[in-house]
C-alpha cells in the first residue's frame, strides 16, 4: 500500500485497526490524544471520549468480556486512574484482545509528573510493549492484540512523546477479521472475582506470566544485534534511537517486550559484552530489573530525570562534544499563555481582586497560576480542585480568606463530580468555580460530556450542569458570562460571602471555538494615563510602551472581547474600525 | 547521504508545525527516510516551540541536541536566538524578521531585549519578511510556507516535489496562494533580497 508518514499515535490507531480492533475508548491527554483521534476516523470502528480512564477501560474491558478486540488510549497519569481496573483485568484476562496504549511524558513537556509506566506493567503483572518508531507502533499494537488473546492477558503499549509526536514512514496494511473468540458462556470462575475465585485467577496469572516469560526468551520482539563487544547496551522504545545514533558501534539488546523479561536473553547479551549499561529514561526500570536478575549493570553516568538525547549519550561515555555557537543566557522567557479573548482570563483577575485562595485544578486554566494573574495555589492532579478546597476549609481555612475550587468542565466531568458529592454529603461549604469553556481545551479541543459533542459526531445530550450540581445537593447554583468583568467580580464577591456551598458556572466558549472575531480595539495614547490595569489581564495582545510606560494593543492579536475596556477607567481604550490589513506593514 | 537536521522554531501557533510536516513528507516523496519531532500540549499555547525533521538515507533519533542542526528555520528573533546554538558553526540560519514580545516583557516585569537582529546578522542570519510576503502572496496566514520557499534554496530537492505536497497539504482554497507564497520566498532567498 505504499510507505506513508505518520505520527507514533496515527500508527498505533492504525494497527489495531488493522488487528480488526472495532472498540475505542479513551480520554485525552498530552501526547496519546490523537490516536483515538485517528482511530475515530477509520472504517468500521466504534470510538469514543469516555469521562475518563477508568471508565474507558471499564468500557473496553466490557467489549473485550463481549469478544471484541478493543484499544484503549491514555497518557501516563491516566493510567494511574484506570489502575483500579487494570490490576483485576489482569486476573479475569480477556476474550477479544484489549490493549491499552499510554502515553508517557519524559521531561514533562506537558504533564504534572514523570511517572514512567514500566512500573505499572511490573506492578499489574500485564505485558509491556515498547515501539521505538511509528513503523513499530503499528506492528508492536497488531502484535499486541495476538499475544492478548494469545496469553489472555491485556498488553499495554507504551509511547513517549518522541513516538507518539515523531513521525516517521510506515507501510500500512489491510484489515484483518480476527480469529473468532467463540461464543460467550458463563464462566464466574474467570469474570467475577470475589475471593474464591481471585484466588484461582491469581494463581492462573502466575503461570500466563511464566507462559510470557518463556515467549520472551524466544519472540523477536526483542532483538540482539551484536557489533563490538567493549560496550553492550540494554533500551527500548525510543532510546533505542537515540542509542544507535550516538553510539553506532554499540553492541545493543533492543527490548520489544519490557515486561516481562527473560533473564536466559539477558544473560546471553551480557556474557558477549565486556561492559553493559542501561540507556533508558525518566526512571530505572530495566536498570532495576536486571539488578534484580542478577546481571552486573555498569553505570550509565545518565541522569535519571528528564528525557534522554543522543549528545547527552555521547556526553555520559566520555565521547568528544560538536563545537557550539555562545548561547544566550540574557533572553527573556516565553511561558505559554491564555490566548487573546480567554474565557478564563477574567475569572482569574477577579480571584486576585477578592484575595481568594485557589485550589486550581488542570487544563488551559491552570495559566491562571502564571504571572500577571497569579491567582492559583494549587495544582495536582485531575479534580483534586474540589477536595482541596473542602480540605482546606476543614483545616480553618487560610487567614479568612475565601476559599474557591476552579475546574474546567472536562475536568469536572473527568473527577471533580465525586468530589462535589463529598463536599455536599460532609457538609462543607465554600465555592466552587466551574470553567465551562464548552471544550476540552488544553489537550487540543476534545468533546466531552458537558458539551454533548462526541468523537464520532453521534448526537447525544449535553450535560445539564446546573442540574447535576443541584441533584447533588448544592442550592447556590449560579451561571455567570464571564467576558461580563463586573458580573463576574460580583458573582464571587457574593457567593463567597455566604457559608453555604455554592457553585458558580463561568460559561462562554473557549476563544479558538469564536469564529466571529470582533474588531480589534486600539489605545487612545491621549487618554491612557499609563496605569497598568489592562496590563494586568496579562493577555498577550495589549503590551506596554517600553518609553511612554502606556498600553499598545497588537491589532494582530486582538480578538476585540472588550475584557481591557471593561478594566480601564480613563475610556482609553477604543475601537478603530475595520482591522487593519497585514499587506500594508 | 547522512543525516540532515532541520530545527523550525518560533512561538506556538505560528505554524511552525504545518511547515516541518510539508519538508517532512517533500523528503520522504524524494526518497529519504525521514523523522520530525514536536511537542503539542501546553507550549502551543503561546509558548515557544520547535519541531526537528531529520532525513538522509538512514535516521535513527527524531530529535537533536546543541551543535547538531544544518538549518534553522526561526519564525521569530527571539526564538531563533534561544536557538542559536543548536546550530553547527557552519550551519544555516533563516530567520523571520518578526519579533513578538513574550508576556513577561509585555507586562513589563522583563526588560526588552535591543540588539537581537545585529546578534543574528553576526551569526550570520538570512532575514526574510515573511509575513510581508505572505500577504503579497495573498494569504497573510502563508508566512511558514514563505519560509520552507526560503529554506528550500538551500535543500536537495526538486522544485516540483514542493509544490506538489504544498498543494496536497493546505486547504483547497489557499493552494493558489501557498503556492505564490513558496515562490516568493524562494525568489527572495535567491535574489538575495532577504539576505544581509
Ligand atoms: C488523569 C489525567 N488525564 C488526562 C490529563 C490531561 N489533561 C490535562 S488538562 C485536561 C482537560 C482540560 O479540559 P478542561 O478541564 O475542560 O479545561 P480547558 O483546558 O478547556 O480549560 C486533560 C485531558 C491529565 N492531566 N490527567
Known sequence: ?585 | MSATTVMLCGVGGQGTILAADLLAKVAAASGLEVKLSEVHGMAQRGGSVDTVVRFGDEVHSPVTDPGCVDHLVAFEIIEAMRRIHFVKPDGRLLVNNRTIQPLPVLTGDVAPQHGLEAALEAEGAIFVDAEVLACRAGSPKSANVVLMGALSTGLPFEVSTWTRIIAARVPPKTVESNLRAFELGREACMKGECGL
Request: aromatic letters at 4%; a negative charge.
Open chain 1, 1 to 585: 500500500m505504499g510507505r506513508v508518514l505518520l505520527s507514533g499515535n496515527e500508527a498505533v490507531a492504525q494497527g489495531a485497526w488493522e488487528a480488526g480492533a472495532t472498540v475505542g475508548v479513551g480520554y485525552p491527554g498530552t501526547p496519546s490524544t490523537q490516536a483515538l483521534e485517528h482511530f475515530a476516523t477509520l472504517p468500521g470502528v466504534h470510538a469514543e471520549w469516555a469521562p475518563n480512564e477508568k471508565v474507558a477501560l471499564e468500557v473496553a474491558a466490557g467489549a473485550s468480556f463481549a469478544g471484541a478486540r478493543s484499544l484503549v488510549t491514555m497518557k501516563h497519569v491516566g493510567l494511574n486512574v484506570a489502575a483500579d481496573p487494570l490490576f483485576t483485568i489482569a486476573y479475569t484476562g480477556v476474550r477479544g484482545g484489549l490493549v491499552i496504549f499510554v502515553a508517557d511524558d519524559p521531561g514533562m513537556h506537558s504533564s504534572q509528573n514523570e511517572q514512567d509506566s514500566h512500573n505499572y506493567a511490573a506492578f499489574a503483572r500485564v505485558p509491556m510493549l515498547d515501539p521505538s518508531d511509528s513503523a513499530e507502533a503499528l506492528a508492536f499494537t497488531k502484535r499486541a492484540f495476538e499475544i492478548s488473546e494469545q496469553f489472555d492477558v491485556p498488553v499495554l503499549v507504551r509511547s513517549v512523546v518522541r513516538l507518539s509526536h515523531a513521525k516517521s514512514l510506515v507501510e500500512t496494511g489491510a484489515r484483518i477479521d480476527p480469529p473468532p473468540v467463540g461464543p460467550l458462556k458463563p464462566d464466574p470462575a474467570k469474570w467475577v472475582m470475589m475471593p474464591a475465585m481471585a484466588r484461582c485467577r491469581r494463581a492462573d496469572l502466575d503461570t500466563r506470566m511464566e507462559k510470557l516469560s518463556a515467549f520472551a526468551a524466544t519472540t523477536d520482539l526483542n532483538r540482539a544485534e551484536y557489533r563490538d563487544a567493549a560496550l553492550g547496551v540494554v533500551c527500548s522504545g525510543v532510546c533505542y534511537q537515540h542509542v544507535r545514533e550516538a553510539l553506532p558501534d554499540a553492541s545493543v539488546l533492543k527490548l520489544g517486550l519490557t515486561f516481562p523479561l527473560s533473564v536466559d536473553l539477558i544473560d546471553q547479551f551480557a556474557s558477549r559484552v565486556d561492559r553493559l549499561i542501561v540507556v533508558e529514561e525518566a526512571d530505572a526500570y530495566l536498570e532495576r530489573s536486571l539488578r534484580a536478575l542478577g546481571v552486573q549493570v555498569s553505570p550509565s553516568g545518565l541522569p535519571v530525570a528528564g528525557e534522554i538525547t543522543p549528545g547527552a549519550i555521547r556526553s555520559a561515555m566520555g565521547l568528544p562534544a560538536p563545537v557550539l555557537r555562545e548561547k544566550d543566557h540574557t533572553l527573556p522567557p516565553r511561558p505559554p499563555l491564555m490566548c487573546p479573548g480567554c474565557p478564563h482570563r477574567p475569572v482569574f483577575h477577579a480571584l486576585r481582586k477578592i484575595k481568594a485562595v485557589v485550589t486550581g485544578d488542570i487544563g488551559c486554566y491552570t495559566l491562571g497560576a502564571l504571572k500577571p494573574l497569579a491567582a492559583m495555589d494549587t495544582c495536582v492532579c485531575m479534580g483534586a480542585s474540589v477536595g482541596m478546597a473542602h480540605g482546606a476549609e476543614l483545616a480553618g481555612g487560610v487567614d479568612g480568606r475565601p476559599i474557591i475550587g476552579v475546574i474546567g468542565d472536562s475536568t469536572f466531568a473527568h473527577s471533580g463530580i465525586t468530589g462535589l458529592l463529598n463536599t455536599v454529603y460532609n457538609g462543607g461549604g465554600g465555592t466552587i468555580a466551574i470553567l465551562d469553556n464548552r471544550i476540552t481545551a488544553m489537550t487540543g479541543h476534545q468533546g466531552n460530556p458537558v458539551d454533548g459533542i462526541t468523537l464520532q459526531g453521534r448526537t447525544v445530550r449535553e450535560l445539564d450542569l446546573e442540574a447535576l450540581c443541584r441533584t447533588l445537593g448544592v442550592t447556590r447554583v449560579r451561571t455567570v458570562d464571564p467576558h461580563d468583568l463586573s458580573a463576574t467580580e460580583n458573582a464571587l464577591r457574593e457567593e463567597t460571602s455566604v457559608e453555604d456551598l455554592s457553585v458558580l458556572i463561568f460559561r462562554a466558549p473557549c476563544a479558538l471555538l469564536v469564529k466571529d472575531k470582533g474588531s480589534p480595539y486600539a489605545v487612545d495614547e491621549d487618554a491612557c494615563t499609563a496605569c497598568g490595569a489592562c496590563i494586568r489581564l496579562g493577555c498577550p495582545a495589549i503590551g506596554k510602551d517600553e518609553r511612554t510606560g502606556k498600553a499598545t494593543i497588537d491589532v494582530a492579536l486582538c480578538v476585540g472581547c472588550s475584557q481591557c475596556v471593561q478594566v480601564c477607567r480613563f475610556d482609553a481604550i477604543v475601537h478603530t474600525g475595520p482591522a487593519c490589513d497585514l499587506g500594508e506593514v
